[in-house]
Each structure stands twice: as structure tokens, then as C-alpha cells.
């Protein structure tokens, strides 16, 4: 049977003409622009680490961690301003995250475009696009004077935690809009109250989802600088409590490169401790939250 | 009968006889028999049943049948008040279990839904392990683990799948196939032991012998509780339903009506509407 079906080179057919050569042709240059794109991301992020570590990492000690900064941060180390930094972080999370969870569960809920919802969406799209700097100048005016916080680590967290909400927000309802709608009705129809049904199912459902809205969120926090100068203020003395001003790092190294004459190294090697703090707080969280929360899920 | 059920009548185990009909004592809930009044649901400006009255025979199964679209889920779905977690869901008319209220403002909808148990087209197994799917709704219940863990075999046993399953509890419900999930998701409400079970097409997610198994298992769950079993497949609503209701999309767009009601031979042997007729013998719909 096989013999009497023509197959195509029995027909002479040059098979190079089934080949679009166009296609190819545009196939290999977005292959190309793609790998490209991501070579420079990936560029930019070792220049920058190796530019900190070329000029910063001779600076790193342990002292420089255990340390209180003299003369300006010119000498010494950062050990008051870390800890300045780790309280800003601690005050942040702690007002952010339990508001972020709540209103990210509200959204989440409503299906329908209410005004109250559609007003809230509006008001973090545009929160999520107003500079720090006004960020600064309100958290000034409302905690710093109107509220009497004065210049503190309180304030700054504060401030901190109105600019993290929008993304802290919107990554949390879309984490919470993934888990299927199967799961509420399932857990309905078993006589599931709405509590349970979230603690045990949804929430530990969107956990690797709301661990990366968090990561966001401290990479916003741990970032700001021009924020805080107008609210946790910049002495780089240790903090008493939260009611005392602190100086962020993010601060610190803006202060040691613009203003101190000599502070370039300590700058760099400030930016060195940022960054890893910033990865280690970052793979903390997707580790402990995502496990944590998700720790009864099981889908093999 | 059917070749494929009556196979796999001798490939499940003769398990041990249902806990409730072993044992009617143990079950302190009797079947319930439901009543729906002139019930009409709409979805926005979308009206999708109109007016139905019908019973729901207590230990009996009734089969819900038509064409899609008719409205057979949305009755369903009123019947354990599933339906108002469709935000634009409205719904007028009457819904009695036994002589209680269930469309009532006052009603502990926690508790209807413990008696009013439902399985759904596609089986929807948590993403826990497979005894924890069963014992989630009995820890919100406040029951205790030994007594829960008591409930988990009993349920698998009544579902036929203890033997499957019994060295693996502790794995995860997705790594079960489509059938098997589905009998889980069926021994998890029955381990609320309710008095009446609502079944959104059990079957249509499945391959015909894990159907079959499942079509065996409601005729075994028949009088220890009130079945409604939504069914596009006629064969099988011939051989599990005790009653019958026939649905049919009004022409006006008012939504789904009941068009007749009645035993289930009455309804495929002499059918009083001509719909039906056309419908049961495969002419229309």
C-alpha cells in the first residue's frame, strides 16, 4: 500500500522550497535581540556589583559591621545605621503587610467594579506613581508635625509603609486571583467557613505569590532614600527606641557620596551591605513565607 | 444492563456495607426530603430558571435532566445556597428541607451546607494530602483527629477507595487519577455525613469505567440520602433515578422551566410532554 502513495520526493520536489526562508530569517533575529536584551540586564547588574566591589569591598570588615561611624562615616563602620535600617524595615512591614493583606483580600473578593473598589484601585495606581519625594514632604507634614512623631524611626516607617502599600497591594490580589474560584466553592460546599477556607486554603494557596509582593515591598523600603530624610532624619547615632531619629542606609550612602569629601569607599562599601542585605532578606522571605504558609500543600 | 456497570459491579470490592446502612443507628441524620416553590433565580438582568415547583423525595435519587443552559445547576446550586456566591445572583421563591427555611435570611448557611452536600462536574480535590481532604471540613467541625481519622477510613471504605489508597493517605489528592479523585471529593462530603447530596453531572469529567463506578456508588448511596443528580447522559439517568425532572429553556428568554416531572419510567416510556418525548428519545436537544 506504502508503494502507491507518490510520496513527495518521488515527485522531484526540492524540499529547501518548503523552508520559508523569511521566517528564518526574523526567527534568528529575535532570537538574537531576545538573548541580547538579557545579556545587558544581566551586564548592567555585574558592572554595577563590580564597580561597588572594586571600590568598597577593601572597606568590609567585620568591624565595619560592629562599628558606630566617625567623622561623618569617613571612619568607623555602620553598625547604627544598620540597625536604624533593620527598625525602619521592622516599623514598614509591620504597618504594611497586615493593611496590604487585608485590602489585597478585599480586592481580591470583589467581583463586581463597586465604586468603593473602582476609587480604590484608582488611589494605589496613582500612589504607585507619586515620587518619594512628595511621599517625604507628606509624611513630614501628617506623622513628623501633624501627628507629633517628630523625626523618628516610627515616622519613617510609616512613610515607608504608605509608599510600599500600591505594590505591595496590587501583587497581593493578583497572587490571591490566581487560586482558582474551584477552591472557595469546594470549600463552601463542605461547610467551610470563610476563615478557615482562608488560612488554610487560599492564602497558603497564593503563598509563592505573596512572598514576591513582599520582596517587593522591602526592595521599595530598603531603596528609599529621599523619603526618609524629611521623616526618620539622617543622625547616624544609635536609635534608643522608635521614637528616636535614625539614619537609613540608603541615606547613609547618599550622605557619604554627596556630602562627605572621602566617604566614596565607605559609600561603596555601605551599597555592598545594601545589596546584600537585600538578597538575603529576599530569599528569607520566599523561603520562610512560601514554605511556612504553603507548608500543608502538597501537588505531587 | 449497562456492560460497563455491571463489570464493574465484581471489579469493586465487596466493600463492607455503608456505614449508614450498616449501622442506621450511627447516622443520626435521616435523608431529608426538599421542596422547591415557584423558584426563580437570575444572574444580573439574566434570568435562568423560571418558576419551578418540585420535590426531592427523601433517600431517593432524582434525576435533573435537558439540555445545557437550562438552568438544572443554578436549581442545584439554590438548594445549598452555593448560588449567592455569584455576586449578581438573585433569587425569588421558595426552598424547604424538611420544614426548614433555606432560603431564610436567618439561616445558618454553614450548617445547611453540612446537610447539603455537593459534588461538582470536575472533581476539585484540595491541594493536601488525601486524608487531609477529608479532614479539613471535620477539624472545622471541631472534631477530634482520632475520631477524624476513624471517619477517613470509614468514608473510603463507603466509597470503595480504602483499598486504593490506604498506604498512601499521606500523598498528595492531585496524584489521584480523574475517577478516584472524584470519589474522593465524594467520601469528603459524605464524611459530613449530610442528609441530602447534590450532584453536578458526576460523571461527564470521567472515562466511562471511572463513570461507571461512580454510577455504581450512587445506587449504593440511594435511601441512606436524598440524591439530586444533574445528568446530560440519558442511559444513566434510566438507570439511577427513582424520579425525573425535565428541563427546558422557556422561549420568551425567561430562563429554564421544569416541563414534566415523574417517575423515571413514567417519563421515558410515557412521557406526557411532547418535548420530552423528543428529548428522552433523542430527537431533540
Not at chain 1, 169 to 197: D, F, K
Not at chain 2, 77 to 85: E, H, P, Y
Not at chain 2, 168 to 181: D, K, N, P, V, W
Amino acid at each position: 500500500m506504502a508503494e502507491n502513495v507518490p510520496s513527495i520526493l518521488d515527485q522531484g520536489l526540492n524540499l529547501d522550497a518548503l523552508v520559508d526562508q523569511r521566517g528564518l530569517f526574523w526567527d534568528r533575529l529575535v532570537r538574537v535581540f531576545v538573548y541580547a536584551a538579557a545579556g545587558v540586564v544581566a551586564f548592567v547588574f555585574l558592572a554595577m556589583v563590580w564597580q561597588l566591589v572594586r571600590l568598597g569591598a577593601g572597606q568590609l570588615s567585620w568591624s565595619f559591621l560592629t562599628e558606630l561611624p566617625q567623622n561623618a562615616g569617613r571612619e568607623g563602620g555602620i553598625f547604627s545605621i544598620l540597625i536604624s535600617t533593620l527598625m525602619i524595615l521592622g516599623v514598614c512591614l509591620a504597618a504594611s503587610v497586615p493593611l496590604g493583606l487585608a485590602s489585597a483580600v478585599l480586592l481580591a473578593q470583589t467581583q463586581r467594579q463597586t465604586l468603593f473598589a473602582i476609587l480604590v484601585r484608582r488611589s494605589l495606581d496613582v500612589l504607585a506613581g507619586v515620587p518619594s519625594i512628595v511621599f517625604g514632604l507628606f509624611g513630614n507634614a501628617f506623622f513628623c508635625v501633624y501627628l507629633k512623631m517628630g523625626f523618628s524611626i516610627l515616622s519613617g516607617g510609616l512613610t515607608l509603609a504608605c509608599m510600599a502599600l500600591p505594590i505591595l497591594i496590587r501583587t497581593m490580589e493578583m497572587a490571591i486571583r490566581s487560586v482558582p474560584q474551584e477552591v472557595h466553592h469546594a470549600s463552601a460546599a463542605l461547610g467551610m467557613g470563610p476563615i478557615r477556607t482562608w488560612v488554610t486554603l487560599i492564602l497558603p494557596a497564593a503563598s509563592g505569590g505573596l512572598a514576591a509582593g513582599l520582596v517587593l515591598g522591602i526592595g521599595r523600603a530598603l531603596a528609599e532614600t529621599a523619603a526618609l530624610i524629611f521623616t526618620s532624619g539622617y543622625v547616624d547615632r544609635m536609635p534608643e527606641s522608635v521614637h528616636d531619629s535614625g539614619r537609613a542606609l540608603s541615606v547613609h550612602i547618599y550622605d557619604l557620596a554627596m556630602n562627605v569629601p572621602g566617604g566614596e569607599a565607605n559609600a561603596c562599601a555601605t551599597a555592598l551591605v545594601l545589596l546584600i542585605i537585600l538578597w538575603l532578606l529576599n530569599s528569607l522571605t520566599h523561603r520562610l513565607i512560601g514554605r511556612w504558609l504553603g507548608r500543608r500543600l502538597i501537588y505531587t | 444492563m449497562n456492560p460497563i456497570t455491571s463489570q464493574t459491579t465484581s471489579v469493586s470490592s465487596p466493600s463492607l456495607p455503608l456505614t449508614c446502612m450498616s449501622n442506621p443507628a450511627a447516622c443520626i441524620l435521616q435523608p431529608a426530603s426538599m421542596t422547591v416553590t415557584d423558584l426563580s433565580v437570575f444572574y444580573g438582568d439574566h434570568q435562568a430558571l423560571d418558576k419551578v415547583s418540585m420535590e426531592f423525595s427523601a433517600g431517593l435519587v432524582t434525576a435533573l435532566i435537558g439540555p445545557s443552559g437550562c438552568g438544572k445547576t443554578s436549581l442545584l446550586t439554590c438548594l445549598n445556597r452555593l448560588v449567592q456566591m455569584v455576586p449578581t445572583s438573585r433569587v425569588t421563591g421558595q426552598c424547604f428541607m424538611d420544614e426548614f427555611d433555606v432560603m431564610s435570611p436567618t439561616t445558618d448557611i454553614i450548617s445547611l451546607r453540612r446537610q447539603v452536600g455537593m459534588i461538582f462536574q470536575k472533581p476539585n480535590p484540595f491541594a493536601l494530602s488525601i486524608s487531609r481532604n477529608i479532614e479539613l471540613p471535620l477539624i472545622s467541625q471541631g472534631i477530634k483527629r482520632h475520631r477524624r481519622h476513624e471517619i477517613v477510613e470509614e468514608v473510603l471504605r463507603d466509597v470503595g477507595l480504602w483499598d486504593e489508597v490506604k498506604d498512601r493517605l499521606h500523598r498528595s489528592a492531585l496524584t489521584l487519577s480523574g475517577g478516584q479523585q472524584q470519589r474522593l471529593c465524594i467520601a469528603r462530603a459524605l464524611a459530613l455525613k449530610p442528609r441530602v447530596l447534590l450532584m453536578d453531572e458526576p460523571c461527564s469529567a470521567l472515562d466511562p469505567i471511572a463513570a461507571g463506578r461512580v454510577e455504581e456508588l450512587i445506587r449504593k448511596l440511594r435511601s441512606c440520602y436524598t440524591l439530586v443528580v444533574v445528568t446530560h447522559n440519558m442511559a444513566q439517568a434510566q438507570r439511577i433515578a427513582d424520579h425525573v425532572g425535565v428541563f427546558w429553556a422557556s422561549d420568551e428568554g425567561r430562563g429554564g422551566q421544569l416541563i414534566e416531572t415523574g417517575p423515571c419510567e413514567q417519563i421515558f416510556e410515557q412521557p406526557r410532554h411532547k418535548l420530552t418525548a423528543a428529548y428522552v428519545q433523542g430527537r431533540q436537544g
